[in-house]
Protein backbone atom coordinates (compact mmCIF):
# COMPACT_ATOMS: atom_id res chain seq x y z
CA UNK A 1 0.00 0.00 0.00
CA UNK A 2 1.24 3.47 -1.05
CA UNK A 3 2.15 5.45 2.18
CA UNK A 4 -0.03 8.56 2.65
CA UNK A 5 2.56 10.79 3.14
CA UNK A 6 3.54 10.11 -0.91
CA UNK A 7 -0.01 10.76 -1.70
CA UNK A 8 0.04 13.71 0.20
CA UNK A 9 2.95 15.39 -1.65
CA UNK A 10 2.04 14.07 -4.78
CA UNK A 11 -1.62 15.72 -4.41
CA UNK A 12 0.16 18.87 -3.40
CA UNK A 13 2.36 18.82 -6.11
CA UNK A 14 -0.33 18.44 -8.57
CA UNK A 15 -2.03 21.04 -7.45
CA UNK A 16 0.97 23.15 -6.98
CA UNK A 17 1.32 21.66 -11.12
CA UNK A 18 -2.24 23.07 -12.18
CA UNK A 19 -1.83 26.40 -10.25
CA UNK A 20 1.71 26.76 -12.63
CA UNK A 21 -0.18 25.66 -15.92
CA UNK A 22 -3.03 28.53 -14.72
CA UNK A 23 -0.28 31.42 -13.99
CA UNK A 24 1.35 30.53 -17.49
CA UNK A 25 -2.38 30.93 -18.71
CA UNK A 26 -2.92 34.25 -16.83
CA UNK A 27 0.68 35.25 -18.17
CA UNK A 28 -0.72 34.56 -22.02
CA UNK A 29 -3.61 36.44 -21.40
CA UNK A 30 -1.85 39.48 -20.02
CA UNK A 31 0.52 39.40 -23.10
CA UNK A 32 -2.54 39.22 -25.64
CA UNK A 33 -4.28 42.37 -23.39
CA UNK A 34 -0.54 43.80 -23.58
CA UNK A 35 -0.42 43.79 -27.14
CA UNK A 36 -4.17 44.91 -27.69
CA UNK A 37 -3.52 47.88 -25.18
CA UNK A 38 -0.36 48.62 -26.90
CA UNK A 39 -2.13 51.73 -28.51
CA UNK A 40 -3.12 53.09 -25.17
CA UNK A 41 -0.56 52.32 -23.05
CA UNK A 42 3.06 51.38 -23.51
CA UNK A 43 5.24 49.20 -21.01
CA UNK A 44 2.30 47.80 -18.91
CA UNK A 45 3.82 45.04 -16.74
CA UNK A 46 1.01 43.21 -14.90
CA UNK A 47 2.88 41.49 -11.88
CA UNK A 48 1.57 40.31 -8.59
CA UNK A 49 4.63 41.20 -5.97
CA UNK A 50 2.81 39.35 -2.93
CA UNK A 51 2.69 36.37 -4.81
CA UNK A 52 5.89 34.67 -3.16
CA UNK A 53 5.70 36.22 0.55
CA UNK A 54 1.68 35.06 0.22
CA UNK A 55 2.93 31.49 -0.24
CA UNK A 56 5.99 31.91 2.35
CA UNK A 57 3.85 33.61 4.82
CA UNK A 58 1.37 30.70 4.55
CA UNK A 59 4.05 27.71 4.33
CA UNK A 60 5.14 29.89 7.78
CA UNK A 61 2.46 30.47 9.92
CA UNK A 62 1.75 26.34 8.77
CA UNK A 63 5.20 25.61 9.92
CA UNK A 64 5.32 26.91 13.27
CA UNK A 65 1.04 26.97 14.28
CA UNK A 66 0.86 23.31 13.82
CA UNK A 67 4.33 21.84 13.76
CA UNK A 68 6.52 23.98 15.91
CA UNK A 69 4.32 25.02 18.90
CA UNK A 70 3.00 21.34 20.57
CA UNK A 71 6.32 21.17 20.68
CA UNK A 72 7.26 24.00 22.39
CA UNK A 73 4.76 23.07 24.52
CA UNK A 74 5.92 19.53 25.16
CA UNK A 75 9.32 21.24 26.13
CA UNK A 76 7.51 23.83 28.79
CA UNK A 77 5.80 21.28 30.46
CA UNK A 78 2.64 20.85 29.18
CA UNK A 79 0.94 17.93 27.83
CA UNK A 80 0.10 17.39 24.10
CA UNK A 81 -3.21 15.99 22.89
CA UNK A 82 -3.95 14.60 19.61
CA UNK A 83 -6.39 12.76 17.88
CA UNK A 84 -5.84 9.28 16.00
CA UNK A 85 -8.64 7.91 13.79
CA UNK A 86 -8.34 4.35 14.89
CA UNK A 87 -9.88 1.61 11.90
CA UNK A 88 -10.68 -1.63 12.86
CA UNK A 89 -10.88 -4.66 9.87
CA UNK A 90 -11.77 -7.86 9.38
CA UNK A 91 -10.42 -10.56 6.65
CA UNK A 92 -6.65 -9.40 6.49
CA UNK A 93 -8.09 -5.84 6.04
CA UNK A 94 -9.97 -6.21 3.56
CA UNK A 95 -13.48 -4.99 4.85
CA UNK A 96 -13.89 -2.06 7.46
CA UNK A 97 -16.12 -1.84 10.56
CA UNK A 98 -15.60 1.49 10.40
CA UNK A 99 -13.21 3.82 12.45
CA UNK A 100 -13.27 5.54 16.04
CA UNK A 101 -11.59 8.88 17.11
CA UNK A 102 -8.49 7.77 19.93
CA UNK A 103 -7.47 10.95 21.80
CA UNK A 104 -3.85 10.47 22.91
CA UNK A 105 -1.90 12.20 25.94
CA UNK A 106 1.96 12.54 24.71
CA UNK A 107 4.46 13.50 27.54
CA UNK A 108 7.79 14.47 25.85
CA UNK A 109 8.25 16.20 22.09
CA UNK A 110 5.64 14.55 19.73
CA UNK A 111 6.25 14.22 16.03
CA UNK A 112 2.88 13.64 15.05
CA UNK A 113 1.32 11.82 11.07
CA UNK A 114 0.19 15.40 10.47
CA UNK A 115 3.63 16.91 10.78
CA UNK A 116 4.87 14.50 8.01
CA UNK A 117 1.57 15.42 5.94
CA UNK A 118 1.60 18.82 6.60
CA UNK A 119 5.51 19.31 5.74
CA UNK A 120 4.45 17.17 2.42
CA UNK A 121 2.00 18.92 1.24
CA UNK A 122 4.19 22.34 1.52
CA UNK A 123 6.72 21.00 -0.31
CA UNK A 124 4.43 20.01 -2.64
CA UNK A 125 3.14 22.92 -3.31
CA UNK A 126 6.41 25.05 -2.57
CA UNK A 127 8.06 22.89 -4.82
CA UNK A 128 5.50 21.82 -7.58
CA UNK A 129 4.31 25.61 -8.41
CA UNK A 130 7.92 27.01 -9.36
CA UNK A 131 8.38 29.12 -11.93
Known sequence: MIP?????????????GVLK???????RDD???????????SNRAVTNPHYQWTRRTIAL?????????PKLAALAGYPVVYGSLEHSSYLWGLFSSGSELALYTVAGVP?????????????????????
Open 4 to 16: LELLTMGASALVG
Open 21 to 27: SLDRKAD
Open 31 to 41: RLLDKVREDHQ
Open 61 to 69: TVTYSVMVL
Open 111 to 131: IFPFDTHTMAAIVGLYFGGRK
